[in-house]
């Protein structure tokens, strides 16, 4: 069945550096969604990504959809103590017609020492 | 405030008890979700619906079930409550079945 595998798994960065982390998904997905869960919270949609090769921006954010769309990534620049949480993407798959099935990866635990 | 909203935000269970969990929509959004957080397995799809009347299963649907009588309620119930069933609950919609989610606030059950 469809897998959607995420890493790491966990991530400590001191404020200021950068963090990425990624999906790789074992069947060509038809779009991707990156999810963030703060602490104790509920996860928010961040994005999605839809075209081959795909490149969008929210500030310090960078998601990137790989040209197979079989993988994304999601970077971050200059974290600061705000960008604690958990990230999350879901891959999106369609099989006919309204046969759909979305997939998150385990996740990304992003933790930011000031 | 539009939104999603799941009651309650928590309960403690004692095992073989039935319980319901409730989950509320003002988007009038077709489609919820049910899933379930636990630590290290990430967002596990309880059961789904993609429009009023019908419903689907997801990843993890044993000892759960969920009607949708309507556009706004998606109630998921567990028959008879069991420990492993201890866990953070999400309730979720989307406009579309392709769309983003949005998410309710999460009910902890814990089942002993």
């Known amino acids: 069945g469809q897998q959607v595998m995420q890493i790491p798994q966990y991530q400590h960065v001191q404020e200021g550096e950068d963090f990425t982390t990624y999906c790789n998904s074992s069947t060509t997905l038809s779009n991707i969604q990156w999810y963030k869960q703060r602490p104790g919270g509920h996860p928010v949609f961040l994005i999605q990504l839809v075209k081959s090769g795909e490149v969008k921006k929210q500030k310090r954010l960078t998601f990137q959809f790989g040209e197979a769309k079989k993988n994304s990534s999601l970077h971050i620049t200059a974290t600061q103590t705000t960008d604690v949480g958990t990230y999350f993407c879901?891959?999106?798959?369609?099989?006919?017609?309204?046969?759909?099935?979305?997939?998150f990866g385990k996740g990304t635990l992003l933790t930011v020492n000031p | 405030i539009a939104g999603i909203t799941q009651a309650p935000t928590s309960q403690i269970l004692a095992a073989g008890r039935r319980m319901t969990l409730r989950c509320t929509q003002d988007?009038?959004?077709?489609?919820m979700y049910w899933y379930r957080q636990d630590l290290g397995l990430g967002l596990r799809l309880i059961h789904y619906?993609?429009?009023?009347?019908?419903?689907g299963k997801g990843e993890v649907p044993d000892g759960y079930s969920v009607s949708r009588a309507n556009t706004d309620d998606f109630p998921l119930t567990l028959a008879s409550a069991v420990p492993s069933q201890t866990s953070v609950y999400f309730c979720?919609?989307?406009?579309?079945?392709?769309?983003?989610?949005?998410f309710g606030e999460g009910s902890r059950l814990t089942v002993l």
């Open positions: 988007m009038r959004h077709n489609a």
């Open positions: 879901a891959g999106i798959l369609i099989s006919g017609g309204s046969n759909y099935k979305l997939t």
């Open positions: 619906s993609n429009t009023a009347g019908t419903t």
């Open positions: 979720a919609s989307s406009r579309t079945f392709t769309g983003e989610l949005f």
